[in-house]
T-cell receptor, first 112, second 116 residues
C-alpha cells in the first residue's frame, strides 16, 4: 500500500529565505507526482506535476525534483514571501486512471 | 484554463437532513471526478471515484448509502450526504480529470459542511 510522508509537518522561516519541503513515498512505481498548495479553508491549487520519466519541473520561484528510484521528491521555494504561507501537499498517482494519494502536508509560515 | 467549481462553499444543516454538494468542471469535460473529505489539520482522504454514466467506486469504510454520488454528465457530479449527523461535519473537496488530459487533477474550492 502506497504511503506518502511529508517532512517537516510545519515550518516557519523569515521572509527572503530559500527553503525545501520534502516528500517520500513507499512504492516507487508511481505514474506521476504532484505538488499542491492549500490555503486555510480553501481548495487545492496545483503547483507542479512531474511525470515518472521526468526529474524536475520549474514554475517561477518553485522547483520540484523527483528521484523515483529512492521514493523522494522535494519542493524548492526560492526567495520566500509572506504570500507563500500555506499548506503544501505532495500527492502521487500510481496508474494513469488511478486515484491520487496525498501526504499530510507541510504547513509553511513565512515571517515578514 | 481548467476550473472546477463547487457549490455551496459552505452549508449548515440540521442533524437528520440531507445535503447536496455540486461539483462542476466549467471549461472542460471530465471523465472522472473524485470526492475527498478533509478533517482539520489532516490530509485529504478519498471517499469515492465517479465516472460519467456509471456507478461510483467507494473507498473502503465509506458508506455508499450515506454518501450518494451521481455523475450524470461530463461536467457535473453531485455528492449527497443523507441523514447527516454532526460527525459528518467536514470539508469536502471534489476534483476532476480532463477527457484525454492525462492524470493532472484540478480541484474545486471545497465545501465546509457543519451539521448541528
Amino acid at each position: 500500500k502506497q504511503e506518502v510522508t511529508q517532512i517537516p509537518a510545519a515550518l516557519s522561516v523569515p521572509e527572503g529565505e530559500n527553503l525545501v519541503l520534502n516528500c517520500s513515498f513507499t512504492d516507487s512505481a508511481i505514474y506521476n507526482l504532484q505538488w499542491f498548495r492549500q490555503d486555510p479553508g480553501k481548495g487545492l491549487t496545483s503547483l507542479l506535476l512531474i511525470q515518472s520519466s521526468q526529474r524536475e519541473q520549474t514554475s517561477g520561484r518553485l522547483n520540484a525534483s523527483l528521484d523515483k528510484s529512492s521514493g523522494r521528491s522535494t519542493l524548492y521555494i526560492a526567495a520566500s514571501q509572506p504570500g507563500d504561507s500555506a499548506t503544501y501537499l505532495c500527492a502521487v498517482t500510481m496508474n494513469r486512471d488511478d486515484k491520487i494519494i496525498f501526504g499530510k502536508g507541510t504547513r509553511l509560515h513565512i515571517l515578514p | 484554463g481548467a476550473v472546477v467549481s463547487q457549490h455551496p462553499s459552505w452549508v449548515i444543516c440540521k442533524s437528520g437532513t440531507s445535503v447536496k454538494i455540486e461539483c462542476r468542471s466549467l471549461d472542460f469535460q471530465a471523465t472522472t471526478m473524485f470526492w475527498y473529505r478533509q478533517f482539520p489539520k489532516q490530509s485529504l482522504m478519498l471517499m469515492a471515484t465517479s465516472n460519467e454514466g456509471s456507478k461510483a467506486t467507494y473507498e473502503q469504510g465509506v458508506e455508499k448509502d450515506k454518501f450518494l454520488i451521481n455523475h450524470a454528465s461530463l461536467t457535473l457530479s453531485t455528492l449527497t450526504v443523507t441523514s447527516a449527523h454532526p460527525e459528518d461535519s467536514s470539508f469536502y473537496i471534489c476534483s476532476a480529470r480532463k477527457v484525454g488530459g492525462g492524470t493532472e487533477a484540478f480541484f474545486g474550492q471545497g465545501t465546509r459542511l457543519t451539521v448541528v
